[in-house]
């Protein structure tokens, strides 16, 4: 039987799908490259918002009725049995707890058992380790650390996707970072909805003992760790990256807004004043730290007052990138029931000026590495220009340009040309430095 693995959503949703692709791999199965040959058809899938939502609806709506659909993911664990009053012809629903459980789920549909869901939340961590094949990167590898998330922000429906949370134990994480650097991974990305807040139970180690241990055991030149929530920040986590070169200088921290009233009706816990000294202090112990954030505009009650706080804060802090929303009312959320004033024009126009702002600002400090020499990871092949690859920052900024040295090397790359969202370079061969 063959299957596919369509994957909607954040990297954990990609790292979920890895160990989806490894379980029926080793049960047997054939991934298939596209839709077209698979008997199976994993839909693992994204709830965050509404409108990214709706497009897997659209997405299964276009099988014909021999497929077999299974839905995972964020959008099984909140829809649950009401995925099935929906238009599309769907044949089970796994939920984010239970993808472990995909393999049986098979072999009773094959059966011909009705369609049914699977979506109960465990306590316990699910240990599975992916195989390097299965891995959607064969140079930069995901490795869970927590799940779930304990916050509840108000407009966010993740701790209703993805339950509370739990830690994955120390032991089990080194083993599968070590079974990376073993297969010659070059980076490995720690993943979590808040890394930061990874801690063993009883006062054991917390998440900048974690990095520690990793930074000084592992032959890996990166290691990257996403997301960090500012609320739960650890003036140890700066002293630990300053030590230790292999942690690369950039961290993803999601400020939401600029503005502090703002950031209290999210139910965020940390101010604009607290979130600009946490970047100061990086800054102060790290002259070279870069930062990239996500951004909501329209949130209800957002006033342009609060929504020029935001710009400001980020022409304060000059990300390297921003990802930016615009707020979208989820179930079971606190801000599901409050009252939007805002015109969705006015919504759009605020969405607009942040991203004309940030694109500015990236062009701006793009132009400036014109003519620097900087290292590169070479990622993957460029998908549609022979002999061109393209690569990765240590800030994680794309980098294109020819290049023959093989994928998962690190490179040097002279910046000859920029642009707001990628740069340019020319390899550094031997040949050219001579
Ligand atoms: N745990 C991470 C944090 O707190 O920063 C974020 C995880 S969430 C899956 C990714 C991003 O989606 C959030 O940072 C937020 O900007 C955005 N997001 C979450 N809920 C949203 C909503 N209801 N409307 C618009 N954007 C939303
Ligand atoms: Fe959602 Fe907030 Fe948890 Fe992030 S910290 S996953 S935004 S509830």
């Given at each position: 039987m063959n299957f596919f693995i369509k994957t909607f959503g954040c990297q954990m949703n990609v790292n979920d799908s890895e160990k989806i692709r490894h379980l029926l791999e080793n049960k047997g199965l054939t991934l298939c490259?596209?839709?077209?040959?698979?008997d199976i058809i994993i839909v693992n899938s994204c709830a965050v918002r509404s409108k990214p939502q709706e497009k897997i609806f659209s997405y299964i709506g276009q099988f014909p009725p021999t497929k077999k659909i299974i839905v995972a993911g964020c959008v099984a664990q909140t829809e649950k049995q009401a995925i099935f009053e929906k238009k599309v012809k769907v044949d089970y629903v796994v939920g984010t707890h239970q993808f472990y459980r995909i393999g049986e789920i098979i072999d009773e549909i094959g059966a011909g058992a009705k369609a049914g869901t699977a979506t109960a939340f465990s306590r316990q961590w699910q240990e599975l380790v992916p195989a390097a094949h299965a891995r959607s990167s064969q140079v930069s590898g995901y490795i869970s650390i927590m799940e779930g998330c304990d916050n509840f922000c108000s407009y966010c429906i993740v701790p209703f996707t993805r339950g509370r949370e739990k830690y994955r134990p120390l032991s089990a994480i080194l083993r599968e970072a070590e079974y990376l650097a073993g297969r010659g991974f070059r980076e490995i990305v720690l993943l979590g909805?808040?890394?930061?807040?990874?801690h063993e139970a009883k006062g054991g180690r917390t998440f900048p003992e974690l990095l520690r241990q990793l930074a000084r055991s592992m032959p890996v030149p990166w290691i990257r760790f996403i997301t960090s929530y500012p609320g739960y920040h650890d003036r140890e986590l700066i002293r630990v990256m300053a030590e230790n070169r292999n942690i690369a200088r950039h961290i993803h921290f999601p400020a939401q807004s600029g503005s502090t009233r703002v950031l209290k009706k999210m139910c965020r816990t940390y101010s604009r004043d607290q979130y600009l000294r946490i970047i100061r202090a990086f800054r102060s112990a790290m002259p070279e730290m870069k930062f990239s954030s996500d951004f909501i505009v329209g949130f209800p009650g957002e006033s342009d007052h609060d929504f020029q706080l935001t710009l400001s804060l980020i022409e304060q802090v000059e990300y390297e990138s921003v990802f930016s929303f615009v707020y979208s009312p989820r179930p079971h959320t606190k801000a599901a029931a409050y009252a939007q004033e805002l015109a969705p024009t006015e919504v759009k126009q605020r969405l607009y000026a942040l991203q004309e702002l940030q694109a500015g600002i990236q062009l701006k400090n793009n132009r400036r590495r014109i003519g620097e020499v900087i290292e590169v990871l070479i990622t993957e092949k460029h998908p549609k220009k022979a002999g061109e690859v393209i690569g990765r920052s240590e800030s994680y900024r794309v980098v294109n340009f020819a290049s023959r040295t093989p994928l998962g090397a690190f490179t040097r790359v002279k910046i000859t040309a920029a642009g707001p969202y990628s740069l340019r370079g020319e390899e550094i061969t031997p040949d050219s430095l001579q």
């Amino acid at each position: 039987m063959n299957f596919f693995i369509k994957t909607f959503g954040c990297q954990m949703n990609v790292n979920d799908s890895e160990k989806i692709r490894h379980l029926l791999e080793n049960k047997g199965l054939t991934l298939c490259a596209g839709e077209a040959a698979a008997d199976i058809i994993i839909v693992n899938s994204c709830a965050v918002r509404s409108k990214p939502q709706e497009k897997i609806f659209s997405y299964i709506g276009q099988f014909p009725p021999t497929k077999k659909i299974i839905v995972a993911g964020c959008v099984a664990q909140t829809e649950k049995q009401a995925i099935f009053e929906k238009k599309v012809k769907v044949d089970y629903v796994v939920g984010t707890h239970q993808f472990y459980r995909i393999g049986e789920i098979i072999d009773e549909i094959g059966a011909g058992a009705k369609a049914g869901t699977a979506t109960a939340f465990s306590r316990q961590w699910q240990e599975l380790v992916p195989a390097a094949h299965a891995r959607s990167s064969q140079v930069s590898g995901y490795i869970s650390i927590m799940e779930g998330c304990d916050n509840f922000c108000s407009y966010c429906i993740v701790p209703f996707t993805r339950g509370r949370e739990k830690y994955r134990p120390l032991s089990a994480i080194l083993r599968e970072a070590e079974y990376l650097a073993g297969r010659g991974f070059r980076e490995i990305v720690l993943l979590g909805q808040n890394v930061n807040h990874w801690h063993e139970a009883k006062g054991g180690r917390t998440f900048p003992e974690l990095l520690r241990q990793l930074a000084r055991s592992m032959p890996v030149p990166w290691i990257r760790f996403i997301t960090s929530y500012p609320g739960y920040h650890d003036r140890e986590l700066i002293r630990v990256m300053a030590e230790n070169r292999n942690i690369a200088r950039h961290i993803h921290f999601p400020a939401q807004s600029g503005s502090t009233r703002v950031l209290k009706k999210m139910c965020r816990t940390y101010s604009r004043d607290q979130y600009l000294r946490i970047i100061r202090a990086f800054r102060s112990a790290m002259p070279e730290m870069k930062f990239s954030s996500d951004f909501i505009v329209g949130f209800p009650g957002e006033s342009d007052h609060d929504f020029q706080l935001t710009l400001s804060l980020i022409e304060q802090v000059e990300y390297e990138s921003v990802f930016s929303f615009v707020y979208s009312p989820r179930p079971h959320t606190k801000a599901a029931a409050y009252a939007q004033e805002l015109a969705p024009t006015e919504v759009k126009q605020r969405l607009y000026a942040l991203q004309e702002l940030q694109a500015g600002i990236q062009l701006k400090n793009n132009r400036r590495r014109i003519g620097e020499v900087i290292e590169v990871l070479i990622t993957e092949k460029h998908p549609k220009k022979a002999g061109e690859v393209i690569g990765r920052s240590e800030s994680y900024r794309v980098v294109n340009f020819a290049s023959r040295t093989p994928l998962g090397a690190f490179t040097r790359v002279k910046i000859t040309a920029a642009g707001p969202y990628s740069l340019r370079g020319e390899e550094i061969t031997p040949d050219s430095l001579q």
